[in-house]
């Protein structure tokens, strides 16, 4: 078992920027990929980015490249998600996710371990 445990959702402005944590426990973290994926009221869940067990390759929904940077660090059994130039349209409920594949984070709504989600509301 994986438990996943995200921090760092709130309020923000429009263009503002906000740092999410995902603190893993049980299983060896550095033998997963890691994915954040997200979903805004009325909407399906969906990927948002995801990171190998090494750290490279990273993966990002097309929407958010160059403003998300998704990061970990084994040694702390935590993995990141620095979300810049934030928009209206990035509020939603983040998840982080724990699988032994990185293909199925990046391409299904499939993951071994879900977090219980943490708002994020960006007003415009």
């Known amino acids: 078992q994986v438990q996943l445990v995200e921090s760092g959702g709130g309020l923000v402005q429009a263009g503002g920027s906000l740092r999410l944590s995902c603190a893993a426990s049980?299983?060896?973290?550095?033998?997963?990929?890691m994915g954040w994926f997200r979903q805004a009221p009325g909407k399906e869940r969906e990927f948002v980015a995801a990171?190998?067990?090494?750290?490279?390759?990273?993966y990002y929904r097309d929407s958010v490249k160059g403003r998300f940077t998704i990061s970990r660090v084994n040694a702390k059994n935590t993995m990141y998600l620095q979300m810049n130039s934030l928009k209206a349209e990035d509020t939603a409920v983040y998840y982080c996710?724990?699988?032994?594949?990185?293909?199925?984070?990046?391409?299904?709504?499939?993951?071994?371990?879900w977090g219980q989600g943490t708002q994020v509301t960006v007003s415009s």
């Open positions: 049980g299983r060896i973290f550095s033998n997963y990929a």
């Open positions: 990171i190998s067990w090494s750290g490279m390759p990273v």
């Open positions: 996710a724990a699988d032994l594949y990185l293909d199925r984070l990046q391409n299904s709504q499939a993951a071994d371990y």
